[in-house]
């Protein structure tokens, strides 16, 4: 495939808007349009789908997933010097690219996809593991995305899909094992980009999990913070900041207060989780006496 679309070729297009990449903004792009082609049929037959896409910079994976036939492309960009170069993108696939000029961490992604979606994006290092916990942390579940298929740094990616025993297991493995079912696809390598980043990236694909074991989101956090802020200590001393009788709280949920966070399942987390709120309930209901 050498062309997706009749429009101009990124690198004319990045230069004839003057967009050199801000590292602040996390801004490396991708000028080929094969490898955006291949992230978009990643993420799934598009046709009749609207995805949000974070961060479309200078579109090339924006053109890539309106080529495939996505219904409506919603695209949240930081950058106001990329929106003419996506303006010319929404002129060629009418009424099919909306583009929000805003901080994606701000923005209600779900209210603007208005409905059933899903997230497609080579998202900027600086805040992509932020946005994927805001997602994976929704409190609406199963989410208003169907499925996120993300570009992170390759150790961030071996994080959110390492299982438990691997030495990446840790609060995003737990997070995202948990409410939905991860993968990595492929990698990319840092010369596709421009300017290249120092280390490989890789696509990952996170699909909801219909009905996640049940816990509170927020104990789950507290449980996993305290266990991977001393990941090499036991539990039953990684877990004494969370207060209260830590043997117990490690004997409710079945585990071994010798283990370390790293071997426990997530099962075991989930356990740990709702042995904390049952403690915590007890803790604030008043005495019969
Ligand atoms: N999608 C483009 C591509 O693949 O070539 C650009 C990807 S680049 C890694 C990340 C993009 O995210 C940049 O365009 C940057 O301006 C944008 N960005 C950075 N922080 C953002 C934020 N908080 N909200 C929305 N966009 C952001």
Redesign the pocket.
């Known amino acids: 495939m050498s062309q997706i679309d009749d429009l101009p070729p990124l690198r004319e297009v990045v230069r004839r808007h003057g967009l050199s990449a801000t590292k602040a903004?996390?801004?490396?792009?991708?000028f080929d349009l094969n490898l955006?082609s291949r992230i978009a049929r990643a993420a799934g037959p598009l046709d009749g789908v609207t995805v949000v896409e974070?961060?479309?910079?200078?579109g090339?994976?924006t053109r890539a997933l309106l080529a495939a036939g996505a219904a409506r492309v919603v695209a949240?960009?930081?950058?106001a010097r990329?929106l003419p170069a996506l303006a010319e993108i929404a002129a060629h696939y009418p009424g099919r690219l909306e583009v929000i000029e805003?901080?994606?961490?701000k923005v209600n992604l779900a209210a603007a996809a208005g409905g059933a979606a899903r997230i497609v994006?080579?998202?900027?290092?600086?805040?992509g593991s932020v946005l994927l916990v805001d997602w994976l942390t929704s409190e609406r579940w199963p989410p208003w995305y169907g499925s996120m298929t993300l570009m992170f740094q390759k150790e961030v990616a071996q994080r959110i899909t390492a299982r438990p025993g691997e030495d990446a297991f840790g609060r995003l493995g737990v997070l995202a094992g948990w409410r939905t079912e991860a993968r990595i696809l492929f990698d990319v390598p840092a010369s596709a980009f421009v300017p290249p980043p120092k280390v490989t990236s890789s696509v990952v694909q996170l699909v909801p999990r219909a009905a996640p074991l049940a816990c509170s989101c927020a104990v789950l956090e507290r449980v996993t913070a305290a266990a991977f802020g001393q990941r090499r200590k036991m539990l039953r001393q990684s877990l004494k900041s969370l207060g209260g009788d830590t043997a117990a709280l490690i004997a409710q949920a079945g585990l071994d207060p010798t283990q370390r966070a790293e071997t426990v399942p997530i099962e075991g987390f989930v356990a740990l989780a709702n042995a904390l709120s049952a403690d915590d309930t007890r803790r604030t209901e008043p005495s019969e006496a």
């Not at 903004?25 to 991708?30: A, C, H, K, P, R």
């Open positions: 903004l996390g801004q490396n792009f991708l955006t974070v961060g479309p910079g200078p090339g994976l949240v960009e930081r950058d990329c805003g901080d994606a961490l994006a080579n998202l900027p290092y600086n805040v």
